[in-house]
């Protein structure tokens, strides 16, 4: 049990990494992929009506995500496979790890944390 417990956790720290360093990697252009914009609304969807502090959080990372992108461009990516993939991978995820741990995503997700 607590094997598979070591594992959720550095699963967990691996995504909230590269969650961050995803945008990152690309600062010298556009900051939105799909991959990021999936995990990302998989994120707030999860983490809405656990945390409004962190959802609110993750709302302006996504605006900030998102500037610049037309509806068209943000339907065709939500519309791709990439998105889907990683959204659905989040939600996979953290419908099989202890609810306690999962809460984690809430408060490791927000950027800006001083």
Same mark, same amino acid.
């Given at each position: 049990? *607590?094997?598979?417990?070591?594992?959720?956790?550095?699963?967990?720290?691996?995504?909230?990494?590269?969650?961050?360093? *995803?945008? !990152?990697?690309?600062?010298?252009?556009?900051?939105?992929?799909?991959?990021?914009?999936? +995990?990302?609304?998989? +994120? #707030?969807?999860?983490?809405?009506?656990?945390?409004?502090?962190?959802?609110?959080? #993750?709302?302006?990372? +996504?605006?900030? !995500?998102?500037?610049? *992108?037309?509806?068209?461009? #943000?339907?065709?990516?939500?519309?791709?496979?990439?998105?889907?993939?990683?959204?659905?991978?989040?939600?996979?995820?953290?419908?099989?790890?202890?609810?306690?741990?999962?809460?984690? +995503?809430?408060?490791?997700?927000?950027?800006?944390?001083?």
């Amino acid at each position: 049990m *607590a094997r598979g417990r070591n594992k959720q956790q550095r699963f967990l720290a691996l995504l909230v990494c590269g969650w961050f360093v *995803a945008p !990152l990697a690309h600062a010298d252009g556009p900051t939105l992929n799909a991959q990021t914009l999936g +995990i990302s609304e998989s +994120i #707030l969807n999860y983490c809405g009506p656990l945390d409004p502090a962190a959802a609110a959080k #993750l709302r302006a990372k +996504i605006k900030q !995500l998102v500037r610049g *992108a037309s509806e068209q461009q #943000l339907a065709q990516m939500r519309n791709s496979d990439e998105y889907r993939q990683a959204y659905d991978s989040l939600v996979d995820f953290v419908a099989k790890v202890d609810v306690h741990n999962a809460k984690r +995503i809430c408060f490791e997700f927000p950027a800006e944390r001083k």
